[in-house]
Nanobody, 117 residues
Framework: QVQLVESGGGLVHPGGSLRLSCAVS????????MGWYRQSPGKQREFVAG???????NYADSVKGRFTISRDNAKNTVYLQMNSLKPEDTAVYYC???????????WGQGTQVTVSS
């Protein structure tokens, strides 16, 4: 089993920044892919960014150039640095982990990000 706990959400003005963290515990050696998804009211959950153990990353087109995903294997933590935030980035952000690919079978509880003036 793998447990994921997100932190770092909150309220920010348009153009501002936030950093989300996802602490991983449990059978971490089974996990290769980690990432972030988000869900806004009335919309389906969507992929935001992913990272493999080796460091390769990929991003949704809507966040490229603004968001950066990183992974500290020593701390078993994944981060999502979000810059130049827009109101349309408002959503609940979920951490996700999988043995090989995303979406994997493990989800965090979610953290709210609200971008508003």
């Amino acid at each position: 089993q793998v447990q994921l706990v997100e932190s770092g959400g909150g309220l920010v003005h348009p153009g501002g920044s936030l950093r989300l963290s996802c602490a991983v515990s449990g059978n971490i050696f089974s996990i290769d892919a980690m990432g972030w998804y988000r869900q806004s009211p009335g919309k389906q959950r969507e992929f935001v960014a992913g990272i493999k153990r080796g460091g390769s990353t990929n991003y949704a087109d809507s966040v490229k150039g603004r968001f950066t995903i990183s992974r500290d294997n020593a701390k078993n933590t994944v981060y999502l640095q979000m810059n130049s935030l827009k109101p349309e980035d408002t959503a609940v952000y979920y951490c996700n982990a999988g043995e090989q690919a995303l979406p994997g079978g493990y989800w965090g509880q979610g953290t709210q990000v609200t971008v508003s003036s």
